[in-house]
């Protein structure tokens, strides 16, 4: 024989939508730092990790074209040029 007590069905009834009551809080308190974070970022004109890691990532491609067009660029600059013929070398006649 199981005996049923109004007052602890209460209780448990009670507690279960307190519960709930303060997930729901937590998560509405969740989104309103979220969005007042969000707010921030944006007047301070801030971006976000994955914005930044592709301008990242598409820097580096450059400055290893610009590092490849130099190397392929000094050897032609570190050869002499030749002289035009009948041009005079330096020094006083």
Known sequence: MQTQNPFLDEMAKLST????????ASEEAKAAFRAQADRMAADLDLIRRDDFDALKAEVAA???????LRAAKAPKAAKPSPKAPGAKSGGAA
């Not at 939508?17 to 729901?24: H, P």
């Not at 450059?62 to 490849?68: N, T």
């Open 17 to 24: 939508a307190a519960m709930g009551l303060a997930q729901a």
């Open 62 to 68: 450059l400055r290893a074209e610009v590092e490849a």
